[in-house]
């Protein structure tokens, strides 16, 4: 059998995402693909679900130890984009360009 050209294709285990893409498409949709989805239920989705009674139906389910790994990476690509080079993309090449989030990363690191 011939080799596959591209990227082998992975599959994640969870997706972790934010409230604004907490609908119940968006849920399904994932569910539907076999996808576990960590995204925490808006205020006002709770209040609807609440006020519904039994008819609102069972609130997802959320991992908090899971959200917390998303919140802790979000911070890091912010810190990131604190460096304008990174941030604005000015460098041409992709070796350049990995070479200053290596520098980036370092001084991030260091000054921990």
Sequence with gaps: MPRRIGRPRITPDA?????AYSSR????????RGFRAVIPEP???VTN???????GGRPP???????????TVERCINKLKQWRG???RYDK???IYLAGLHLAAIFIWSAR
């Design 15 to 19: 997706v972790l995402a934010d409230t």
């Design 25 to 32: 498409a968006i849920r399904s949709h994932l569910q539907r």
């Design 43 to 45: 205020a006002d989705q």
């Design 49 to 55: 679900r609440k006020r519904l009674g039994s008819r």
């Design 61 to 71: 389910a959320f991992d908090r130890d899971a959200y917390k790994q998303r919140n």
């Design 86 to 88: 990174l941030a604005t």
């Design 93 to 95: 090449t992709t070796t």
